[in-house]
């Protein structure tokens, strides 16, 4: 079958050109990557090369060895990946080790997968292995509202997951886990990616100071609404802290909790704290 026609590349083509539609992808900012179904990778198997170099992925994820991955391109522009798949996108292979990839289709003017594999693969591989393997999406961007609130609020898991929740009555219910934080680092390498991964065993989104957010899904569906709703939320507290710098009324920790029995949902407590 073609490649292009594939469900799983028309859904990772439709997510990555809505996010830089929603102003998430500036220039090369931002990559995304999809754990290919093996039954996938058996369809468009004769269209894939099998004689490429083994290079370095930079990380070492032996739960994922032999396993194939579509992302995105290192350097190359989210605007561009609708009208030109085939030069922005590329499928990889792992080696036995989950130490090394090989190049099976894409990127044919040349370039390398995204610069954040590291952080891709670490997340792909504790998510397989905490979600039993439903979860193939990794989507890192650089929505504005979100890192805005990284220079003003304390850079705490509790803090961001508490005030975002504020923000709209279906957070909760879209992300009743909550969200992490992680420090300003060094990005694209082994050490942001494990810090991030980290995260990646309680939350399925994790923000990088001063940077973006990595969120985590089953489909590109569901972890394109989860960047969304975090995003949305970000930008109401956004415009709250511009009003005024203290809220005259919002959602208590008792109403979080009916919410939660409402929806059926657990909220932890330590997310539910009494504010001074
Ligand atoms: O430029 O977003 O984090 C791609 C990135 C690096
Ligand atoms: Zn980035």
């Known amino acids: ?19 830089f539609r ?26 894939l090369k099998h004689d490429g170099p083994w290079t370095p992925i930079g990380a070492s994820v032996p739960e994922l060895a032999g396993e194939y991955f579509l992302v995105t391109g290192s350097g190359k522009f989210f605007r561009d990946i609708k009208d030109d798949p085939e030069a922005t996108l590329a499928i990889i292979e792992l080696d036995e080790k989950g130490e090394n990839y090989q190049l099976k289709w894409g990127l044919v003017e ?44 304390p850079l705490e898991d509790e803090v961001f ?14 992300f009743p886990d909550g969200i992490g934080v992680v420090g300003w680092m060094v990005p694209g390498g082994r050490e942001i990616a494990e810090a991030t991964s980290k995260l990646m065993e309680k939350y399925d989104a994790a923000i990088w100071a001063h940077h973006g957010i990595f969120c985590a899904g ?9 960047m969304h709703t975090i995003e949305k939320s970000a930008e109401i507290l956004v415009k709250v802290l511009s009003m005024a710098p203290q809220k005259r009324q919002t959602i208590q920790p008792d109403q979080f909790r009916e919410l939660a029995k409402a929806f059926q949902v657990e909220l932890p407590e330590r997310f539910l704290y009494e504010k001074k």
Not at 129 to 143: K, L, M, Q
Not at 218 to 226: D, I, K, Q, R, V
């Open 1 to 19: 079958m073609k490649i292009l026609d594939m469900t799983f590349v028309q859904g990772f083509i439709r997510m990555a050109d809505d996010g």
């Open 110 to 153: 040349g370039g390398k997968p995204t610069s954040e594999l590291p952080s891709h693969l670490m997340n792909h591989a504790v998510k397989k292995r905490v979600t039993n393997g439903t979860y193939r999406v990794i989507y890192h961007a650089h929505p504005a509202n979100i890192i805005a609130l990284t220079f003003v609020l």
């Open 161 to 174: 997951t508490r005030e975002l929740w504020e923000m709209a009555t279906e957070c909760p219910v879209v």
């Open 22 to 47: 929603m102003g998430w992808h500036e220039r090369n900012g931002g990559n995304l990557s999809y754990r290919i179904k093996p039954e996938e990778v058996e369809m468009i198997k004769n269209r």
């Open 218 to 226: 089953e489909g590109a569906h569901n972890t394109f609404g989860l």
